[in-house]
């Protein structure tokens, strides 16, 4: 809403000396004058009535598409809806998962011990067979009448100690 | 100093806004002459005029759910000013406005058409005024604004506003002849 004369004037006063703010009023009023008796042509009715068709059919788009967008949400809720219930129904009434159950049942013990048993004797035989191996290369290390390393070692440092000529071979 | 006839706006906006489509038609004669006088005195070509005047419906139809209250002339030529700043962007409407000029100096090298805009002794004057100061003054005089209103607009203190339209109209009184002094 454009100032009124006064408004304006009171405006102008703001701005510029008093006399400058009335030739100034005057220059805008004038001025505005003569805009209003050059009027601008105005536009074609035919190019408004086009301007009122593309509207229309704009805005009847835009309801047609405010109409499905209900829809869409209205199938996407009964969507997630049934996705919801089954997924409770099945925690409700489904199997129920109890690990220390599931593992006791899926491994029978009995099968542990018909699967293991085989193996340990067969590894118990082989390791018998390798220290036997061992016992027919080394014979003397397992002959408990054999003497001591050590022992044999102490009896020689005696012999040393009590025979001067020990060293002289 | 009011040139423009002002029914109840914000009832008619309000209906739109309530997607009464009737109320848009209503919408249109209302505000098309203006708008099409504030397009064409910038112009200087109704073609052009034409299809800115259609654009401006349609961003008004997309856009009036944003409009809160307030002047709608003010929300209305805001929008108007943008589409003629986008207009002088676009390459496209600056060529179809060199062709249209060609075409009529080619076709019509007199201006035997007493309405047109080469007839038009004012249009000839305001095409003399810089493009700034004539957007001002016509938004004032189209929009029906007030100069706080297009000081808002043009993200300007209301000084610089009022000496743009005092100056321009000065000039303008000066060029038809009508100073007075």
Redesign the interface.
Known sequence: ?????EQ?KA??DS?LYPESAGK?AE??????D???T???????PE??A???R???N???A??RSSRRIPAWIGWTTCAAALVLATTLLTLTYGPQFHPTQQVTEAVDPAQWKIDIDPVLSGMTKELEGELETILTIHPDQYNSDAPDPIEKLQQELKLMASTDDFWKG | ???FEKPDTQKLVSRCQA?E?GA??EL??LY??RC??YF??LTRN?DI??DL??EL??KI?EKLDSFKGG?FEKWLFTIAGNLFHDHLRGRYRQKKMLETKARELQDDPLPRRA?TELS???QIFLSKLDEDTLQV??M??YG????KELAEIRNEP??TT??K??R???K??EL?G?S?A
């Open positions: 809403m454009p100032e009124n004369p304006l405006l102008l701005f100034a220059d805008i009023d004038r001025g505005l003569l805009l209003r050059h009027p601008a042509p105005a536009p074609h190019r408004i086009s301007i009122k593309d509207l229309q704009r805005l009847a835009q309801t | 100093m009011e040139s997607g489509h848009y038609d249109v004669d098309a002459s099409y006088g064409y005195r109704a005029s034409h005047l259609s419906f349609v139809v002047s309405d038009d002794k004012l003054i016509l004032r005089f029906d604004l007030s100069f209301i000084g009022l000496s339209v005092h321009g109209l000065k303008l009184r038809m009508e007075g």
